[in-house]
């Protein structure tokens, strides 16, 4: 049984520039959420997504947007890279129930020089 | 003030301790409580989930939910090197947005 997959593992970027991260659910998982979790500190909530629509976001700006696909696979998309943004991106899956059970994966690794 | 505090340590004990773990949090909405362990440069992985208050069990693994002092913790008892890692607490009130604490880091000396 495959659990969360994400890719790319590591990346760098430059100030200014924009990335596409991607995530692939838990086999029977429709929802994806997306986390950041800076050096030392705990996953800040990014967006959910669930039947292709953002349905929670936290708070972070626009520059911040996702996308789910039809086979509940996701993308996160960061615009106008700021060295703030420098962290692990955490793609996380769950079903439908509001159980507040998260799957992780391993997380991509964005540094922004 | 954070809707969820976490003292993040380091928590340094030796093998075979009773380690105590414990968050505070501030919304009372909160339903769910949840444990995850990070070890480095890993996602986080699902250690202990409760729904409203009480205490539940799982092998070496105590958690208990006490909402009216808005206070949670975890037990890891005999404890071993492998349990050095990052220890999460999260808690949602229902849906998919939890909150994290900042996370203890753990370590079990042999």
């Known amino acids: 049984d495959a659990g969360v997959t994400q890719s790319p593992t590591h990346l760098i970027k430059t100030r200014g520039q924009q990335v596409t991260l991607r995530c692939s659910p838990k086999?029977?998982?429709?929802?994806v959420s997306w986390y950041q979790q800076a050096l030392g500190q705990g996953p800040q909530f990014i967006f959910q997504?669930?039947?292709?629509?953002?349905?929670q976001r936290g708070n972070f700006p626009d520059r911040f947007s996702g996308h789910q696909f039809p086979n509940y696979s996701s993308e996160l998309n960061v615009n106008a890279l700021l060295l703030g943004d420098s962290a692990l991106y955490l793609c996380?899956?769950?079903?439908?129930?509001?159980?507040?059970?998260?799957?992780f994966g391993e997380g991509s690794r964005l540094t922004v020089l | 003030q954070k809707e969820v505090e976490q003292d993040p340590g380091p928590l340094s004990v030796p093998e075979g301790a009773i380690v105590s773990l414990n968050c505070t949090y501030s919304?009372?909405?909160?339903?769910?409580f949840m444990w995850y362990r990070q070890y480095s440069r890993k996602g986080p992985e699902l250690l202990m989930y409760t729904y409203s208050s009480g205490n539940k069990e799982d092998g070496r693994f105590t958690a208990q939910v006490d909402k009216s002092s808005k206070y949670i913790s975890l037990f890891i008892r005999d404890s071993q090197p492998s349990d050095s890692a990052t220890y999460l607490c999260?808690?949602?009130?229902?849906?998919?947005?939890?909150?994290f604490g900042a996370g203890t880091r753990l370590f079990v000396k042999a």
């Open positions: 996380a899956s769950g079903d439908r129930a509001p159980t507040g059970e998260l799957f």
């Open positions: 919304n009372s909405a909160f339903q769910y």
């Open positions: 999260a808690m949602s009130p229902g849906g998919f947005k939890t909150i």
């Open positions: 086999s029977g998982h429709d929802t």
């Open positions: 997504y669930y039947e292709e629509e953002e349905r």
